[in-house]
Structure formats: structure tokens, C-alpha cells
């Protein structure tokens, strides 16, 4: 069985499309459409980054500057309309009608963590801008925000007016992912803790085809792929984010397959290689595309 991170081994045969002036893609894997929608971005400074040396800046952010994205995942599948994360809610709306969805035809929403960027498509005028969707978090998540004061009021609103559809899970650890029930069909939660105390990434299985969205594995792609060691300053936990990281990333490259994230420059998607004491990422053409 082959297997693949975020999509798409050239194997397959694609259907990737570019809408919306390259804020959407599409493609097939198994019996499953899925789709990148891209919310923009700007740059991230190295300001931003821990743990970073002189020489690392100077050799991988000559200019101080690095590609900061935010992507939101909509996976297809015969039975459901799932999102992975909701954004900033800045494209969202517009992406999803670009595919003919609205947003009362999302089923579910899987969401890596409660950060501003990943959650703020999830309102709409104060009320629930997905009004037939399951919302799904980590445990540790809902617990994190849930006992941080001031700090988590956001957060704490969106657990209130999504309650009587709000599920928690406690996310698989990689190598056990495999005889852990999945969180919905077709659909396995995996532990990448560190980011925050319930970060987690989903593993896709459709037709004997795999996959694994990171969420914020990463996010300065041109330096944590050769230095995995740096972090962010925003990370909760760096210890746990840098050992999360090289974890995923082994597994990945370990198993020669295809990877993607939040925080992946778009189309968010590409291959992994062992370069030094890292890895390098090789994203997947445009050119692909129809």
C-alpha cells in the first residue's frame, strides 16, 4: 500500500484545478476530492524564530524573510464535506463558492488548534458560520483554552456557540495511528504537540490511498526544513514542537511520501528529502494543473 502526506504521488492521476486567481486546487486521491484553499498571507520576519543561529539565518534567510501562508484543506468524500481548520474566513466563503459549496453544506470541521489564523472563519457576525457542521478538537486543546484566563475569550466563544456539536478526541500517536479508531470515516487524529498543547494533524485514508495534513508542523519552510531545531517564538512548548517536528518529518520521509501544511507556501504540497541533518521540500508544480 502506498502511502501519501498530503497528497499526491504522481502515480495518481490528478485532477488539480486553479481558481480564484490560485487561491483553490483540486485533485482526486482514492474515492475523495480534496482542495487547498488558499487564505493569502505576507511575510514572516526572523524575529519570529527561536533557536536560529547567525549562520543558519544568514545561509537559509539571506533577507530576513520567509513566506508566511495560511492554507484551509476541504476534503470531499462520497459521504461528507469536511474542512481541516477554517482560516482567517478572509477567502474562505468565496473558495468554497467557487466550488459550488456553501458554508451550510460543510459536514465537519477538523481543526489542528485554536489559534486566531486557523479559527477565524469558524464565525460570522457572532453566530456559527457553519450551522449543519461537527466541530472537532483535541482534548488537550479545549482544556488548554479553556483554563487560560483572558487570553483564550475567543476561543471560549467558539466552544460556546458550536457546544451541542463540539466532539474531543485524543489524538494517536504516529506509530499508533494505524489501530486507533478514527475521529470520522475515513479520518485519524495525530498527536504534533508542541505548537500548542493539543496541536494535531490528520491522517486521510480513501481507496488504500493515505495522507497526513501537519497543520503548523512548520512555518518558515526555507529554514526548519535544513534546521528542523528551529522554532518559533510563539510555539507553547519548543521542546515538544522541535521533537513533534522531527517525528512527522522522519515519518514522512521514511516513508518516501508526499506532504503538506497550513503554513506550506501554496499549493501547500510536495516531496520530502534527508538533506544533511534535515530535510528538503520540493513542492508539486503548477504546472500540473488543468
Given at each position: 500500500?502506498?502511502?501519501?502526506?498530503?497528497?499526491?504521488?504522481?502515480?495518481?492521476?490528478?485532477?488539480?484545478?486553479?481558481q480564484n486567481?490560485?487561491?483553490?486546487?483540486?485533485?482526486r486521491?482514492?474515492?475523495?476530492?480534496?482542495?487547498?484553499?488558499?487564505?493569502?498571507?505576507?511575510?514572516?520576519?526572523?524575529?519570529?524564530?527561536?533557536?536560529?543561529?547567525?549562520?543558519?539565518?544568514?545561509?537559509?534567510?539571506?533577507?530576513?524573510?520567509?513566506?508566511?501562508?495560511?492554507?484551509?484543506?476541504?476534503?470531499?468524500?462520497?459521504?461528507?464535506?469536511?474542512?481541516?481548520?477554517?482560516?482567517?474566513?478572509?477567502?474562505?466563503?468565496?473558495?468554497?463558492?467557487s466550488?459550488?459549496?456553501?458554508?451550510?453544506?460543510?459536514?465537519?470541521?477538523?481543526?489542528?488548534?485554536?489559534?486566531?489564523?486557523?479559527?477565524?472563519?469558524?464565525?460570522?457576525?457572532?453566530?456559527?458560520?457553519?450551522?449543519?457542521?461537527?466541530?472537532?478538537?483535541?482534548?488537550?486543546?479545549y482544556?488548554?483554552?479553556?483554563n487560560?484566563?483572558?487570553?483564550?475569550?475567543?476561543?471560549r466563544?467558539?466552544?460556546?456557540?458550536?457546544?451541542?456539536?463540539?466532539?474531543?478526541?485524543?489524538?494517536?500517536?504516529?506509530?499508533?495511528?494505524?489501530?486507533?479508531?478514527?475521529?470520522?470515516?475515513?479520518?485519524?487524529?495525530?498527536?504534533?504537540?508542541?505548537?500548542?498543547?493539543?496541536?494535531?494533524?490528520?491522517?486521510?485514508?480513501?481507496?488504500?490511498?493515505?495522507?497526513?495534513?501537519?497543520?503548523?508542523?512548520?512555518?518558515?519552510?526555507?529554514?526548519?526544513?535544513?534546521?528542523?531545531?528551529v522554532?518559533?517564538?510563539?510555539?507553547?512548548?519548543t521542546?515538544?514542537?522541535?521533537?513533534?517536528?522531527?517525528k512527522?518529518?522522519?515519518?514522512?520521509?521514511?516513508?518516501?511520501?508526499?506532504?503538506?501544511?497550513?503554513?506550506?507556501?501554496?499549493?501547500?504540497?510536495?516531496?520530502?528529502?534527508?538533506?544533511?541533518?534535515?530535510?528538503?521540500?520540493?513542492?508539486?508544480?503548477?504546472?500540473?494543473?488543468?
Amino acid at each position: 500500500m502506498r502511502i501519501i502526506v498530503l497528497i499526491l504521488m504522481t502515480a495518481l492521476m490528478p485532477l488539480v484545478s486553479a481558481q480564484n486567481e490560485q487561491t483553490v486546487i483540486s485533485f482526486r486521491a482514492g474515492d475523495c476530492t480534496v482542495s487547498v484553499l488558499s487564505e493569502g498571507g505576507g511575510q514572516g520576519n526572523a524575529g519570529l524564530l527561536k533557536g536560529a543561529t547567525p549562520e543558519q539565518l544568514q545561509k537559509y534567510l539571506p533577507d530576513g524573510a520567509f513566506s508566511l501562508q495560511t492554507q484551509v484543506f476541504l476534503v470531499r468524500t462520497p459521504e461528507q464535506n469536511i474542512l481541516i481548520d477554517a482560516g482567517h474566513g478572509k477567502n474562505l466563503f468565496a473558495n468554497l463558492q467557487s466550488l459550488a459549496l456553501e458554508a451550510s453544506q460543510i459536514d465537519v470541521i477538523l481543526l489542528t488548534h485554536m489559534h486566531g489564523d486557523h479559527i477565524g472563519g469558524l464565525l460570522r457576525d457572532g453566530k456559527t458560520a457553519f450551522p449543519n457542521a461537527e466541530l472537532y478538537i483535541a482534548q488537550a486543546e479545549y482544556d488548554f483554552w479553556n483554563n487560560n484566563g483572558d487570553r483564550g475569550a475567543s476561543q471560549r466563544k467558539i466552544f460556546e456557540i458550536y457546544k451541542e456539536k463540539l466532539h474531543l478526541f485524543v489524538p494517536a500517536e504516529i506509530e499508533n495511528v494505524a489501530h486507533t479508531p478514527e475521529i470520522v470515516k475515513g479520518i485519524s487524529a495525530v498527536a504534533a504537540y508542541g505548537h500548542t498543547p493539543g496541536h494535531t494533524a490528520y491522517q486521510l485514508q480513501s481507496a488504500g490511498e493515505k495522507w497526513l495534513i501537519w497543520g503548523d508542523l512548520t512555518h518558515a519552510l526555507p529554514i526548519q526544513m535544513p534546521c528542523p531545531e528551529v522554532a518559533l517564538s510563539f510555539d507553547t512548548d519548543t521542546e515538544k514542537a522541535i521533537a513533534s517536528r522531527k517525528k512527522l518529518l522522519e515519518y514522512i520521509v521514511g516513508n518516501r511520501i508526499t506532504a503538506g501544511g497550513m503554513h506550506v507556501p501554496f499549493p501547500a504540497i510536495g516531496t520530502l528529502k534527508r538533506q544533511g541533518d534535515g530535510y528538503a521540500f520540493s513542492p508539486i508544480c503548477l504546472c500540473e494543473g488543468i
